[in-house]
């Protein structure tokens, strides 16, 4: 009896695996040299793949399902045992157990700036971060290319592989976008979506995918934001002078740090200063100059108003120019009239000076035209 129960612990009949650690992505099943039973039950539960490796070759893969391992259910094992049909005896082999359910939440970043040409600011280096999921697609070739025959292959073992390369694909994909740093924060799906479908093919080698991929957060060097902080609080401020007494305003309200000290002491002897230029010396002594009497000079006179000067236009000829009293001088004499044609700028064209209010009034002052002589009297004939 005891022989039986010996022979019966060197076989094993039921083979599966329960995963708690939430991180192990490949566990190999503990066979301990004992050979696997001919018609032994294999469980292989939703989320997981089963691959059998024979003499360091890739046999066999199961999906989820109950399965009762015999010729018909092995295929390829069979073919590598050289089973003969109905040849029912144990055999040896590796069970990997692959998860195939999605690792979240993975972090992904760039160790060092990537250098960027943005249209607005020239030459920038920027930084960013995010997350990704990430899960077995073939089980088979993430077996073969990544785990070899590590008996317990968790995730933080391939992220840093998968990092790197979301970090190449990343730099490329921003340095051939143009899409301008303050843009970015509005376009981060669409950069995510494409440097998704550019890592796609590398980790397919893996047999890898990645079915989610965000982009949290693209940011300029700490020295690059504060100058665009600063020239934002301009913006809002309206002008520099504005912004000034702003800056001043707010470093003398947190007299506690050193530059709010300073410009403390900077605006009171600028204060002081001020002060002292607007006393003034009167009969009383030096008073401020709101104090003073109501006495001061009146303000000068506006600047006189330009004169116009006046152009003729007379037998097809032009002459001027001609300042108003010339004009005024000639209507007395008889060479302008109410029909003479006169031009200044601002006028549409030629006009008679008639027309002109202050042309016209040359005319109005003019004596009339003498009477003619008396006719002679008949006494004088």
């Given at each position: 009896?005891?022989l039986?129960?010996?022979?019966g612990?060197?076989?094993?009949?039921v083979?599966?695996?329960t995963?708690d650690?939430r991180?192990?992505?490949?566990?190999?099943?503990?066979?301990?040299?004992?050979?696997?039973?001919?018609g032994a039950?294999?469980t292989?539960?939703?989320?997981?793949?089963?691959?059998?490796?024979?003499?360091?070759?890739?046999a066999?893969?199961?999906?989820p399902g109950l399965?009762?391992?015999?010729?018909?259910?092995?295929?390829?094992?069979?073919?590598?045992?050289h089973?003969d049909?109905?040849f029912?005896s144990?055999?040896?082999?590796?069970v990997?157990f692959?998860?195939?359910?999605?690792?979240n939440?993975l972090?992904?970043?760039?160790?060092?700036?990537i250098i960027?040409?943005?249209?607005e600011?020239?030459p920038v280096?920027?930084r960013?971060?995010?997350?990704?999921?990430m899960?077995?697609?073939?089980?088979?070739?993430f077996?073969?290319e990544?785990?070899?025959?590590?008996?317990?292959?968790?995730?933080?073992e391939?992220?840093?592989?998968?990092?790197?390369?979301?970090?190449?694909?990343?730099?490329?994909?921003?340095?051939?976008?143009?899409?301008?740093v303050l843009?970015?924060?509005?376009?981060t799906g669409?950069?995510g979506?494409?440097?998704?479908?550019?890592i796609?093919?590398?980790?397919?080698?893996?047999?890898l995918?990645?079915?989610e991929?965000?982009i949290e957060?693209v940011?300029?060097?700490?020295?690059?934001?504060?100058v665009?902080?600063?020239?934002?609080?301009?913006?809002?401020?309206?002008?520099?002078?504005?912004y000034?007494?702003?800056?001043?305003?707010?470093?003398?309200n947190?007299?506690q740090?050193?530059?709010?000290a300073a410009m403390?002491t900077g605006?009171?002897?600028?204060?002081g200063?001020?002060?002292?230029q607007?006393?003034?010396?009167?009969?009383?002594g030096?008073v401020p100059?709101?104090a003073q009497p109501?006495?001061?000079?009146?303000?000068?006179?506006?600047?006189?108003?330009v004169?116009?000067v006046?152009?003729?236009?007379?037998n097809?000829?032009t002459t001027?120019?001609?300042?108003?009293?010339?004009?005024?001088?000639?209507a007395m004499?008889g060479?302008?009239t109410r029909?003479?044609?006169?031009w200044?700028p601002?006028?549409?064209?030629?006009?008679?000076?008639?027309?002109?209010?202050?042309?016209?009034q040359?005319?109005?002052?003019?004596?009339?035209?003498?009477p003619?002589?008396?006719?002679?009297?008949?006494?004088?004939?």
């Amino acid at each position: 009896m005891a022989l039986f129960n010996f022979l019966g612990g060197e076989f094993i009949d039921v083979i599966a695996w329960t995963d708690d650690t939430r991180d192990t992505m490949v566990w190999r099943f503990e066979r301990r040299g004992n050979a696997i039973k001919y018609g032994a039950k294999l469980t292989v539960r939703e989320g997981q793949s089963a691959v059998f490796v024979n003499e360091g070759q890739l046999a066999d893969v199961f999906t989820p399902g109950l399965y009762m391992l015999e010729t018909n259910n092995m295929p390829i094992l069979t073919t590598l045992q050289h089973w003969d049909h109905g040849f029912q005896s144990p055999f040896k082999a590796e069970v990997y157990f692959v998860n195939t359910t999605r690792f979240n939440d993975l972090k992904w970043g760039t160790k060092n700036p990537i250098i960027c040409r943005d249209p607005e600011f020239g030459p920038v280096r920027i930084r960013a971060y995010g997350t990704y999921a990430m899960r077995v697609a073939d089980p088979g070739k993430f077996l073969k290319e990544v785990v070899g025959t590590d008996g317990e292959f968790t995730a933080d073992e391939i992220s840093d592989q998968i990092r790197n390369v979301i970090v190449q694909e990343f730099s490329q994909t921003m340095a051939k976008s143009n899409i301008p740093v303050l843009d970015m924060a509005a376009n981060t799906g669409d950069l995510g979506k494409i440097v998704a479908a550019a890592i796609a093919p590398t980790v397919a080698n893996y047999g890898l995918v990645l079915p989610e991929f965000y982009i949290e957060n693209v940011s300029l060097p700490e020295e690059v934001e504060k100058v665009l902080d600063k020239r934002t609080s301009v913006g809002l401020a309206g002008d520099l002078s504005k912004y000034t007494q702003f800056s001043a305003a707010e470093a003398m309200n947190n007299p506690q740090s050193g530059a709010g000290a300073a410009m403390a002491t900077g605006m009171g002897a600028g204060m002081g200063v001020g002060m002292a230029q607007q006393m003034v010396a009167g009969p009383w002594g030096a008073v401020p100059q709101a104090a003073q009497p109501a006495y001061a000079a009146p303000p000068p006179p506006p600047p006189p108003p330009v004169e116009k000067v006046w152009h003729i236009a007379e037998n097809g000829e032009t002459t001027g120019p001609f300042s108003r009293a010339t004009l005024g001088r000639m209507a007395m004499e008889g060479g302008l009239t109410r029909a003479t044609l006169v031009w200044t700028p601002g006028l549409d064209g030629w006009t008679q000076a008639g027309e002109i209010t202050e042309l016209a009034q040359l005319f109005t002052v003019m004596p009339p035209p003498p009477p003619p002589p008396a006719p002679p009297t008949a006494s004088g004939s």
